[in-house]
């Protein structure tokens, strides 16, 4: 954020726009010094979650399923495949594409990442009581329902 002489008008804070921006903002900045402590960032973590919960795929379907340019998703994976995390294989069915799986020690590094990013999570909706966070998650996707990000 801007340094301390910051101070957007009483009702430009009051806007709805701008809490959810300003709180994703220090979500993110949660999560990526999270992932910073094992020397990952939010798209390594994404990609692996994706490959250990929805299971291999091509790079391409990858790149749709997460919204991920092709360069930049060849690059992450590059990276994570030096890092012995996901594996390229080509497709048996279609000689021209890459399979990307995630490795077991992509799935090992994946439950220490898990672990900080539920800390990030704790530490974000701290000032909230439980059933607060219950209810903040449930008008968050109440709102993304009515106007799905396209």
């Given at each position: 954020m801007a340094g301390d002489d910051y101070d957007p008008p009483q009702r430009v804070r009051q806007m709805p726009s701008w809490l959810i921006g300003q709180a994703s903002h220090r979500a993110q900045t949660l999560v990526s010094e999270a992932l910073a402590q094992d020397g990952m960032r939010r798209q390594h973590f994404t990609v692996l979650t994706s490959l250990s919960e929805q299971g291999e795929a091509s790079q391409a379907t990858l790149g749709r399923r997460l919204w991920i340019d092709r360069s930049d998703l060849h690059a992450i994976v590059s990276e994570l495949e030096g890092m012995g995390l996901i594996a390229r294989v080509r497709d048996p069915?279609?000689?021209?594409?890459?399979?990307?799986?995630?490795?077991?020690?992509?799935?090992?590094?994946?439950?220490?990442?898990?672990?900080?990013?539920?800390?990030?999570?704790r530490e974000l909706v701290a000032p909230l009581s439980v059933n607060e966070r219950r209810e903040l998650i449930e008008l968050l996707e109440r709102l993304l329902r009515a106007s799905p990000v396209r």
């Open positions: 069915d279609d000689r021209r594409r890459n399979v990307v799986t995630i490795t077991s020690a992509g799935k090992s590094t994946l439950k220490r990442l898990d672990a900080l990013i539920d800390g990030a999570q």
